[in-house]
């Protein structure tokens, strides 16, 4: 079993940066693709970003593409998310996700079996 435990949400102004973690625990898969999604109030979870498991290639939504970076530490079991530029429409509860079966960047939630209980980032304009 894997525990994901995200951190680094809080309240932040519009063109702030902030960095999300996420540590890995229980039975770890390196080898494979983890991401982040996000779901703002009243509207469906969406993908933010993913990663593969060598973090040789990355994936990102058009929505956060040249402003969020995604990368992980595999030594330390550990994904992140560092945002800048943010904006009111970031505003959500993040969630970290880990695939047992995919190996490259994904955009599908059905791609991942493991999900974070979330971080709320809120963004104030």
């Known amino acids: 079993q894997v525990q994901l435990v995200e951190s680094g949400g809080g309240l932040v102004q519009a063109g702030d940066s902030r960095r999300l973690s996420c540590a890995a625990s229980?039975?770890?898969?390196?080898?494979?693709?983890m991401g982040w999604f996000r779901q703002a109030p009243g509207k469906e979870r969406e993908f933010v970003g993913s990663i593969s498991g060598s973090a040789g290639s990355t994936k990102y939504a058009d929505s956060v593409k040249g402003r969020f970076t995604i990368s992980r530490d595999n030594a330390k079991n550990t994904l992140y998310l560092q945002m800048n530029s943010l904006e009111a429409g970031d505003t959500a509860v993040y969630y970290c996700v880990r695939s047992i079966k995919k190996l490259s960047p994904t955009s599908s939630p059905y791609d991942y079996d493991y999900w974070g209980n979330g971080t709320k980032v809120t963004v104030s304009s």
């Open positions: 229980g039975r770890t898969f390196s080898t494979n693709a």
